[in-house]
Nanobody, 118 residues
Framework: QVQLVESGGGLVQPGGSLTLSCTTS????????INWYRQAPGKERELVAT?????RTNYADSVKGRFTISGDYAKNTVQLYNLKPEDTAVYYC??????????????WGQGTQVAVSS
């Protein structure tokens, strides 16, 4: 059974940095991409960073130039730089793979809390 576990969250001052990691146990085939989402209180879950199976990366405008995603499905990281209070959220790792009958299979971690405050 596949399990994703995030780590690395915490409390940091504005301008600080964190590295979030996502470690996968089990095997996932036919991966489409690896994503990091975040969800702030009272807000919808937001996609912030993606790395595709061929290594291409994409970022939400709100984090472009400050977040860097790398790695593969077994272990991937997102480095968060120059953090701002509005980056405060629970961050989730997601792996999307091709499933049966044209569907996508989504795997999720439990989330890790990032709090940016002075």
């Amino acid at each position: 059974q596949v399990q994703l576990v995030e780590s690395g969250g915490g409390l940091v001052q504005p301008g600080g940095s964190l590295t979030l990691s996502c470690t996968t146990s089990g095997t996932i085939f036919n991966i489409v991409d690896i994503n990091w989402y975040r969800q702030a209180p009272g807000k919808e879950r937001e996609l912030v960073a993606t790395i595709t199976s061929n290594g291409r990366t994409n970022y939400a405008d709100s984090v472009k130039g400050r977040f860097t995603i790398s790695g593969d499905y077994a272990k991937n990281t997102v480095q968060l730089y120059n953090l701002k209070p509005e980056d405060t959220a629970v961050y989730y790792c997601n792996i999307r793979a091709y499933g049966d009958y044209g569907r996508f299979d989504d795997y999720w971690g439990q989330g890790t809390q990032v709090a940016v405050s002075s």
